[in-house]
């Protein structure tokens, strides 16, 4: 049933069972909508990104592959202790799969990669960590703060920064 129906229909009827359902789509996409805006990827290596997610409903797959769109070339890695989600975008196709907990997938990564030679400097890696987390379109802290609670925030174990675009490492570990 709900399948078949219309964008429209779903929004103008007044029918309880109807009314219920439009109420479950509220919250899907207000629950994807606050996991793009609160999930802050980590660099690993030079080649991935990962990061904590937990959602509520089915919506890992999408979260992960709307990362990847934005860094294409770059692996994304989603989850937590249970499960995660993996996408790569290479050669305009989206490629991902849904796999055990996170920490089991780094693991599983971080062993495969200790015998190459990492030649990347402290600084380059500030630089892919700090462009994850900063987006210079959010200058309205205060409306962001409205619309993101703060348990999601502690549950994420990340905090705001603040128009800084030009902070290089060396700056940032002095402020901590």
Known sequence: ????????ELE??????????????YAVLSEMHKMLAFVRLKPFGSYALYGYLKPRHRIGAYVCDHFARRNPGTMIMLGNSRESWISLLSGG????DHCDGLPHILDRLK???E???????????WKVYYDSQYSS???NMALFQSRMPKRYLKCAGV?????????????????E
């Open 12 to 25: 103008m009827s007044c029918d309880p069972e109807m009314m219920l359902l439009r109420k479950m789509v």
């Open 115 to 125: 015998d190459r030679d990492e030649s990347e400097k402290a600084e380059e890696i």
């Open 137 to 139: 379109e959010r200058r």
């Open 111 to 113: 062993s495969g990669t």
């Open 93 to 96: 196709k989206i490629r991902h």
């Open 159 to 175: 905090g705001l920064e603040r128009n800084q675009c030009d902070t290089s490492l060396f700056d940032f570990v002095l402020n």
């Open 1 to 8: 049933m709900a399948k078949d129906l219309k964008p429209l």
